[in-house]
């Protein structure tokens, strides 16, 4: 009996433990979606690489996340599905293609990324538990990100697109 009372307690240590989110992280409310993100820990990387990735940036008059497509004037129903969506668009086509010459960047490169994947899985399930519905501002907002993203080769779009990082960081610790 004593043994069943340890293990239904060492059962309930385990669940509660999964459910808080890690060391350094914050939780976002994204709609109806909680997401934990240790935005200090990829704003810290992101702050150490920002002026390379910025100078490798040979188009200064065009912006991938910015006005006149502002992520600031998106209404708190469409957060959750624009954020999932970022966050594809950044491990699915930005991370793969920012591979610069200097491994220190690329190493930095390489953790946020990581903590991006995580970000994402946890978007995901809200997505599946349709707890992130995208209407049509969402929609045409990212649409129009796609737009400016797929106008430059590869390369360029993704180093401009990581350069721009401090965008999507900003509007979500705003919003």
């Known amino acids: ?99 610069t010459e200097d491994s220190y960047v690329n190493r930095k490169i390489s953790s946020i990324a990581n903590s991006f994947l995580s970000v994402r899985r946890s978007l995901q399930q809200c997505h599946e538990q349709n707890k992130c519905l995208c209407g049509q501002e969402s929609t045409e907002k990212l649409r129009q990100i796609l737009v400016n993203y797929q106008g430059l080769n590869v390369t360029s779009a993704a180093i401009k697109s990581l350069g721009e990082l401090d965008i999507l960081l900003d509007w979500m610790e705003k919003s």
Request: with cysteine; net charge positive; aromatic share 8%.
């Open 1 to 99: 009996m004593k043994g069943s009372h340890l293990f239904l307690c060492l059962l309930s240590m385990l669940c509660s433990l999964s459910l808080v989110p890690t060391a350094g992280s914050q939780i976002f409310q994204l709609g109806s979606c909680r997401v934990p993100i240790s935005m200090a820990e990829i704003r810290a990387g992101f702050n150490t690489i920002k002026a390379n990735i910025q100078a490798r940036d040979p188009i200064k008059t065009l912006s991938i996340l910015s006005y006149p497509h502002s992520l600031h004037k998106l209404k708190s129903s469409d957060r959750c599905c624009i954020t999932h969506h970022l966050f594809n668009f950044y491990v699915d086509k930005v991370f793969k293609h920012c591979k």
